[in-house]
């Protein structure tokens, strides 16, 4: 235990990363540079006067980042923080400026000798080394950086001793405490009901492969890819790519499994295991306590496995921590449930020891130790008659519960701790516990958050609770499953009580509690059928008005969306909007009263007095089941409505070896060819368009009118004026086509609803004519989160497998034909474009960023960003989620590790689309500008540092 206590103040090696720039001999060139936090520990500039007079007044001689933040250096000052210092060159030989920054402010040493003290001013922010001058200009700029990684670090040797004698102590003493007792165990026999399990199994296996994405699986999984590649724990995306200390163990977990395979199917492989685990421990373990009868008949362990199912498909597939907490959870129940002496409570500490540092959710443990607690004491007592034993054995237990400290400071420090605490509170989401009801505002919500299948184990739960209450606490009702349907309730209760300690209040994490869900339905529903065994005026009260409550919460749960996370790799029925199987309003209580009574006539046809009392067994099995047969339904369903892109088919192309890279196998990237020359045929005909102009302002073109993209350019925006018109360019010539070829435009404004866009084909016929051959209609894409007032130019064309054959000419027919704000076309003269998959595409394109909703999809992409030490290497390319773009890895609000990116630069996009599917919002592929990436020397250096006060605590900003 002390060994734990002293981990988080150990020496360490600490990570520390010197960049240099430019690399030495090389031409003094802007460069890229992505550093984490923006400000470094220290930063050292030269500017010799060389540089400050080519600048003149119009350049910028460097630049680390824009103002007020980032170091400006021009022709006669240094402006930094809102500070400007005078820095105008002299005559002087080796005359140079010199700028030093630290934890102690800045120093400024001007050309003329004097130097200028700025105390308590941090070090400037880095985005990356830009100067404005030539190469030639430029010799002797010069830029030195520090940046110590608080959280890259790895144990001392001294650190080492201390895990050693914490595990190995741990392990001894769980040895003792868990030693064989005289007692005789029951055999465990195979029962009957192994049918079920069977059936369960082969559930969770199917789920593993048409299931939908966890929110966060890009995230974890890239944070793990990124643990595994470099050592480094950080977040990756945003928080300064702070750790997820002391959350992190998880990750940890995960980390060598992507080092096997980053295919989505191998990566739901631990989430499946611990379903299965869950499973085992749920219908052995805590309903074998509690059912001690009848938990093995095949009626109830029926109903357990639908009752989990329910709770576990809509949450805990994927590489989020929820599949770890709910086993754990499950585990610690049935030891609570099961503790006689102290190898449960052993048991029971290494639980909640390996469990707290998953996730803040992880607290959901202690739910079964506050419910059983006066058994767990009693067991503690009974097996420690002295005083003298009872210190003993509380300093066991704790020893074995320590192994917690350490999983979280194996290789973090108590600086860690601290930083990252401060990191993520600042950058959020920190909310208190006074928000958890948020929670379940975004459970109710109409986005994936409040989908059907996540709504009705919650509501279901919420309902059941006084049903069990007035079914168990009157005193003339009270027997043993009474009392187990109490306790279950209790533990369902803390459990959702303890979401509160949880920073963030999204809705999917309520997937930890699946087990006392199932374990409060399962027990609920065999306490009413119990009951409504022996009815009298008060069952059947509250068996009627329990039967209402259940149905009420059954249309609210089903007036939620069939949504899922990232819809465009699986195509479910009733994406927006509440299911209607068989156009049944599941959404109101009458089609669930009527089922209700059907199903109450038809298994109490004999017993009719029964069915009253048994109405809440009765809506809760209908409930169950029909959430569960919608939900896999709607699985199964997706790929036969969609095959392209679905994550269904990904996962069976995987498994038969065909297709293994992913999204990526049915992702074309359609780079740009040359401009088609216009011919010497018919001229353009324009009524209503306007050439070289006709798009808003603040919408300009690809290319300046007239240039590049834009040489042609036609529209037919005007502003404050509504009126329509229609146009036919000149014919342009169009050379023979590869099959991997086609033609495009760029477009902005609408084809659509009155709007019209279509490329004629002809040939010519070599007396000046052309004979038509037919036209096409290029499938447009409008972006979902376009704003009118700002709209987006896009690409839009034709491949050439659709090109009539024989045709050499082309032209492109426009109608606007709306005369609302919308009501406008414009688009540029046509282009050559080409086809290429993805995979091949990005070959020679990396590093490659991922956006997180993304990353889970692409297991062929292994060259991804790293970061290391504080330094974050330049991606070349950027995949970007469905609109509208999850850019958090860019916001510097929230601490985006690769900001960097668009402050320098900007990012390209080169058109794709999804394989026949064209209309289908996938994502899209953007390139990074023609900026230099990384153009600098860069050293990385370990030293050992105390674990408390080794390293600089930088203050969180925006």
Known sequence: MLAAVALPFAPTWLDTST??????????????????????????????????????????ALATGPEPGGLVVTDRAARVGGSTVDLRPTTAPNCRAVITAGRDGISVDAPDGRRT???????????????????????????????ADPFSTSPGALKYGLIGIQLGAAAGVLM???????????????????????????????????????????????????????????????????????????????????????????????????????????SRGVLGAALPVRAATGRVRSLAAVCLLAAWLPFNLGTRPESYVALAVVVALSLAMRARGLRELALLALTVGLTVPISPNGLLVLAPIVVFAPRLLAALRGASPTRWQLTAHVAALSCVAAVGLTAVFADQTWDALLIASDWHTFFGPALPWWDEPDRYRYLLGSDQQGSVAKRMPILLTAAIIPVVGLLALPRAHRDFVGR????????????????????????????????????????????????????????????????????????????????????????????????????LPLNQPWPWLAAVVVVS??????????????????????????????????????????????????????????????????????????????????????AGFDPQTGYPADAPPPDPPGTGASTFLWGSHAPDVQATGSMTSPWFVLPPQPANGGVTVSVAGRTDGG??????????????????????????????????????????????????????????????????????????????????????????????????PMAFLFPCIHDIATVRAGVATTPLAVIESPRPFLTEDRRRDIG????????????????????GRPDVDWGAVKLTGDVTRDAYRRTVTRTLVPGSGGVEHLPPER
Request: with cysteine; aromatic share 8%; hydrophobic share 50%.
């Open 896 to 915: 985006g590790v690769f900001a960097a990116l668009t402050v320098f630069g900007t990012l390209h996009e080169i058109p794709s689309r999804l394989v």
């Open 19 to 60: 960049v240099t720039w430019p690399v030495a001999g090389a031409p003094v060139a802007s460069s890229t540079a992505i550093v984490t936090p923006y400000r470094p520990n220290a930063l050292t500039a030269t500017v010799p006067c060389s540089a400050l007079r080519a600048a003149g007044p119009a350049a910028v």
């Open 176 to 282: 003792l405490l868990i030693r064989p007792s005289r007692a005789r165990r029951r055999r465990v026999r195979w029962r009957p009901s192994w049918w079920v399990d069977v059936a369960v199994v082969a559930t969770l296996a199917a789920w593993a492969v048409i299931g939908p994405l966890a929110v966060d699986d890009g995230w974890a999984s890239t944070i793990a890819r990124n643990v595994a590649a470099t050592g480094n724990p950080g977040n990756y995306y945003r928080w300064w790519n702070a750790a997820e200390v002391p959350f992190a163990f998880s990750q940890e977990l995960l980390a060598p499994w992507t080092a096997v395979s980053i295919a989505p199917l191998w990566l739901r492989l631990p989430s499946t295991l611990l379903a299965v685990a869950t499973w085992l421990v749920f």
């Open 484 to 583: 187990a349907a109490l306790r279950m309730a209790a533990v369902a209760v803390v459990a959702l009580l303890l979401f509160a300690v949880s920073p963030s209040k999204w809705s999917y994490h309520l997937g930890a509690a699946a087990g006392p869900i199932a374990a409060l339905l399962t027990v609920g529903v065999v306490l009413v059928t119990r009951r409504a065994r022996t009815p009298n005026r008060y069952l059947t009260v509250v068996g009627v008005a329990s039967t209402a409550l259940l149905i009420g919460a059954a249309a609210v749960a089903l007036d939620g969306p069939n949504a899922w996370w990232l819809p465009v790799v699986y195509a479910v029925p009733w994406p927006s909007e509440p299911p209607r199987p068989l156009g």
């Open 755 to 852: 709007n019209q866009l279509a490329f004629d084909f002809g040939r010519a016929d070599g007396g000046g004519g052309v004979a038509p051959l037919g036209d096409r209609t290029p499938v447009d894409r409008p972006a979902s989160d376009e704003d009118p007032a700002h709209p987006l130019w896009r690409s839009l064309g034709v491949d050439a497998t659709v090109i009539p054959a024989g045709a050499d000419r082309m032209r492109i027919h426009a109608v606007d034909g709306r005369t609302d704000a919308l009501g406008w076309l414009a688009f540029t003269g046509p282009r050559l474009r080409s086809s290429i998959g993805l995979t091949e595409f990005l070959a020679d394109k990396g590093p490659v960023l991922i956006s997180w």
């Open 601 to 686: 006539v038809l298994l109490y046809r004999r017993r009719l007095s029964q069915a009253p009392a048994a109405g809440p067994a009765v809506t809760t099995l209908i409930a169950v089941g029909v959430v569960l047969a919608l939900l896999l339904g709607s699985f199964v369903a997706a790929p036969l409505r969609r095959p392209e892109g679905s994550l269904a088919k990904i996962n069976l192309d995987r498994v038969a070896g065909t297709r293994v890279c992913g999204l990526a196998d049915d992702v074309d990237v359609l780079p740009d060819g040359p401009r088609l020359a216009p011919s010497s045929e018919a001229a353009e005909q324009l």
């Open 117 to 147: 003290d700025l105390p308590g001013e941090p070090v400037p922010q880095v985005f990356g080394f830009h100067t404005d001058l030539d190469p030639a200009d430029a010799v002797g700029l010069a830029v030195t950086i520090e940046v």
